[in-house]
């Protein structure tokens, strides 16, 4: 599939996980949580154990946005309008709906196919294990020596 649409949801950070369901439910190919409650009071080492500054990461000040996936199959029109009617009932499940707003975009698959080796790396481990990603081919000689 060439074209994938991103359907964008802003909401509340309490409603996160029932907008991701509501996507989900629809059939989308994956949910993406961008949520301001992340960087409040949260944790200032990253996955190595390095210190940063959370300052100092783009992130949103307020609220959330939930973005799912689906194919270019989907009528857009037709999924904004069904997602909008889900996320009118997030108060009758108790949680606030923030601003609600529902936003369609088409993305082509060549923009984020290959975005995510941006963040995998071959990780070295010690000088006899290094795990590699599957699929990737290394130059031994671009490990260098320990």
């Known amino acids: 599939m060439d074209q994938w649409?991103?359907?964008a949801i802003e909401t509340s950070s309490?409603?996160?996980d029932a907008v991701a369901n509501f996507l989900m439910a629809e059939?989308?190919?994956?949910v993406q949580i961008e949520d301001a409650a992340d960087f409040q009071g949260g944790q200032t080492t990253n996955a190595r154990g390095g210190w940063f500054d959370p300052?100092?990461?783009?992130?949103r000040q307020s609220g959330a946005k939930v973005s799912g996936y689906f194919d270019g199959r989907r009528h857009?029109?037709?999924l904004v309008a069904t997602l909008q009617a889900r996320v009118a009932q997030l108060p009758s499940f108790g949680l606030a709906e923030g601003p609600g707003t529902v936003?369609?975009?088409a993305l082509a698959q060549e923009s984020w196919a290959n975005e995510w080796?941006?963040?995998?790396?071959?990780l070295r481990i010690t000088r006899f294990l290094t795990i590699v990603?599957?699929?990737?081919?290394?130059?031994?000689s671009s490990l260098g020596n320990w």
Do not use: Q
């Open 5 to 7: 649409v991103e359907f």
């Open 14 to 16: 309490e409603a996160v």
């Open 27 to 30: 059939g989308a190919d994956g």
């Open 55 to 59: 300052v100092s990461i783009p992130h």
């Open 76 to 78: 857009p029109a037709e």
């Open 103 to 105: 936003t369609a975009h």
């Open 117 to 122: 080796k941006k963040y995998y790396h071959p």
């Open 133 to 140: 990603p599957p699929g990737w081919i290394i130059n031994r």
